[in-house]
């Protein structure tokens, strides 16, 4: 029956319609995540450590206050500055910046930190007494590595991890060499301590290994950071010989002020990195196709070959 024949009183069925309800919480509800999506977030992830970065940096800055009240161990000691020091690290910790701004100000306010201490003031102003004008390689060595190893630990597919790591390796052979030195010191404790500072920048080069080996990097970091400041008390302690509890409990809040500082800056320093290179570490191919085998041409049959094997 063609069209012209049909009924006319009859209406032509409609196209079925939709809920415009249904359609709106179709487009609203959450895609599914894929796996390669995930292993993306797993080796390239977005803003690491954020929270991280706040906690750390309060913890900081309250021990940065705290030093204040310890019994003095230098005549000229200047309490503000502590004080000072530790409102500034909250504030950078608990203002509400962004994720770069905060990383940025927290790196500032630790090299801030240790830089007096090597003044001879500050929070940190052990290392003005212990190590003098040489706190700077410690500065650079505490705070380069545990950001390239951070860095590495968080983008270990990243091709661009590694450079960062040799980088920071060769900002730190100073800080051996003066390491090194102190083998030849007479005091057993910088001996011990100097040996600790060196194994730990050989326990660096694990971040070199392939990208399906995954390290601790936050664990190692910490860890790195203690080694390098293990020195400064030691020799603290040589300068100080014979010293009181009271001056022992004010070298020893401060290298930890110092630890805490170039920690922080190290953070700092990490994030940074991180923000400038994420795009291009999330570019990573997570399934990577393997490399063809080169066809191997039949060999030639030798004279020793029989008739029986060749048939």
Same mark, same amino acid.
């Given at each position: 029956?063609?069209?012209?024949?049909?009924?006319?009183?009859?209406?032509?069925?409609?196209?079925?319609?939709?809920?415009?309800?249904?359609?709106?919480?179709?487009?609203?509800?959450?895609?599914?995540?894929?796996?390669?999506?995930?292993?993306?977030?797993?080796?390239?992830?977005?803003?690491?450590?954020?929270?991280?970065?706040?906690?750390?940096?309060?913890?900081?800055?309250?021990?940065?206050?705290?030093?204040?009240?310890?019994?003095?161990?230098?005549?000229?000691?200047?309490?503000?500055?502590?004080?000072?020091?530790?409102?500034?690290?909250?504030?950078?910790?608990?203002?509400?910046?962004?994720?770069?701004?905060?990383?940025?100000?927290?790196?500032?306010?630790?090299? $801030?930190?240790?830089?007096?201490?090597?003044?001879?003031?500050?929070?940190?102003?052990?290392?003005?007494?212990?190590?003098?004008?040489?706190?700077?390689?410690?500065?650079?060595?505490?705070?380069?590595?545990?950001?390239?190893?951070?860095?590495?630990?968080?983008?270990?597919?990243?091709?661009?991890?590694?450079?960062?790591?040799?980088?920071?390796?060769?900002?730190?052979?100073?800080?051996?060499?003066?390491?090194?030195?102190?083998?030849?010191?007479?005091?057993?404790?910088?001996?011990?301590?100097?040996?600790?500072?060196?194994?730990?920048?050989?326990?660096?080069?694990?971040?070199?290994?392939?990208?399906?080996?995954?390290?601790?990097?936050?664990?190692?970091?910490?860890?790195?950071?203690?080694?390098?400041?293990?020195?400064?008390?030691?020799?603290?302690?040589?300068?100080?010989?014979?010293?009181?509890?009271?001056?022992?409990?004010?070298?020893?809040?401060?290298?930890?002020?110092?630890?805490?500082?170039?920690?922080?800056?190290?953070?700092? $320093?990490?994030?940074?990195?991180?923000?400038?290179?994420?795009?291009?570490?999330?570019?990573?191919?997570?399934?990577?196709?393997?490399?063809?085998?080169?066809?191997?041409?039949?060999?030639?049959?030798?004279?020793?070959?029989?008739?029986?094997?060749?048939?």
């Amino acid at each position: 029956m063609t069209p012209d024949a049909l009924d006319v009183g009859q209406e032509p069925p409609r196209p079925p319609t939709r809920d415009p309800n249904r359609d709106r919480s179709e487009s609203l509800a959450p895609k599914p995540l894929l796996a390669s999506e995930a292993l993306k977030d797993e080796l390239a992830p977005h803003e690491p450590l954020a929270r991280a970065a706040k906690v750390t940096g309060v913890l900081a800055g309250a021990w940065f206050a705290a030093t204040a009240l310890a019994p003095a161990w230098r005549p000229a000691g200047q309490p503000w500055l502590e004080l000072a020091a530790g409102a500034l690290m909250l504030a950078a910790s608990l203002a509400p910046l962004s994720y770069g701004n905060r990383a940025l100000a927290i790196l500032l306010c630790g090299v $801030g930190v240790t830089l007096t201490g090597i003044g001879g003031s500050g929070p940190a102003s052990v290392l003005g007494y212990a190590v003098g004008e040489w706190g700077v390689l410690y500065l650079i060595a505490a705070v380069s590595l545990p950001a390239a190893l951070l860095f590495r630990s968080h983008y270990r597919a990243y091709h661009g991890a590694r450079p960062v790591l040799a980088s920071a390796l060769v900002l730190c052979l100073p800080f051996a060499i003066l390491s090194a030195f102190g083998f030849d010191d007479a005091t057993p404790a910088i001996q011990v301590t100097s040996g600790i500072a060196l194994a730990a920048l050989g326990v660096a080069l694990l971040g070199f290994m392939g990208s399906q080996a995954s390290l601790s990097g936050g664990a190692l970091a910490a860890g790195i950071v203690a080694a390098i400041a293990s020195p400064v008390p030691a020799h603290a302690g040589a300068r100080l010989e014979p010293a009181t509890v009271w001056e022992w409990l004010s070298v020893s809040a401060s290298s930890l002020a110092f630890a805490g500082a170039t920690g922080v800056a190290a953070l700092g $320093g990490f994030q940074l990195l991180a923000e400038r290179h994420w795009k291009r570490a999330r570019a990573v191919d997570v399934h990577p196709v393997p490399a063809e085998q080169p066809f191997a041409a039949p060999s030639a049959p030798s004279l020793t070959d029989t008739w029986n094997d060749r048939r």
